[in-house]
């Protein structure tokens, strides 16, 4: 059974950074797309990012130009680099997997980690 555990989140202040690790029980990144999604409490699961096998990239409007999804086949593990983060940004951070292209769509993707906490304080 494939699982993603994600890890790296926690507190930061208004412009710092974090970096989102997600770690797959089995070789993923070579065959599958992997996205990244966030969730506040009351709203939908947005997709912010995603990458293919071949290093192709997707970002939403929101993150473009302040966060990096990249990917370490080697190491089973997808990364988020988030810099000049803003409160905004603060909410539960999500990695996943699917075999349906690069989206950043939510039904697309068919394995999900269990989230992990990014909190940005002024």
């Keep these: ?14 412009g710092g950074s974090l970096r989102l690790s997600c770690t797959a029980s089995k070789y993923m990144l070579g065959s599958y797309y992997m996205g990244w999604f966030r969730q506040a ?17 997707l970002y939403a409007d929101s993150v473009k130009g302040r966060f990096t999804i990249s990917g370490d086949a080697a190491k089973n593990t997808l990364y988020l680099q988030m810099n000049s983060l803003k409160p905004e940004d603060t909410t539960m ?12 769509t939510q039904r ?9 906490q990014v909190t940005v304080s002024s």
């Design 41 to 57: 409490p009351g709203k939908e699961r947005e997709g912010i990012a995603a990458i293919s096998w071949g290093g192709a990239t």
């Design 93 to 104: 951070y999500y990695c996943a997997a699917g075999r349906s292209g690069l989206t950043r």
């Design 108 to 116: 697309d993707y068919s394995y999900w980690g269990q989230g992990t």
């Design 1 to 14: 059974q494939v699982q993603l555990v994600e890890s790296g989140g926690g507190s930061v202040q208004v």
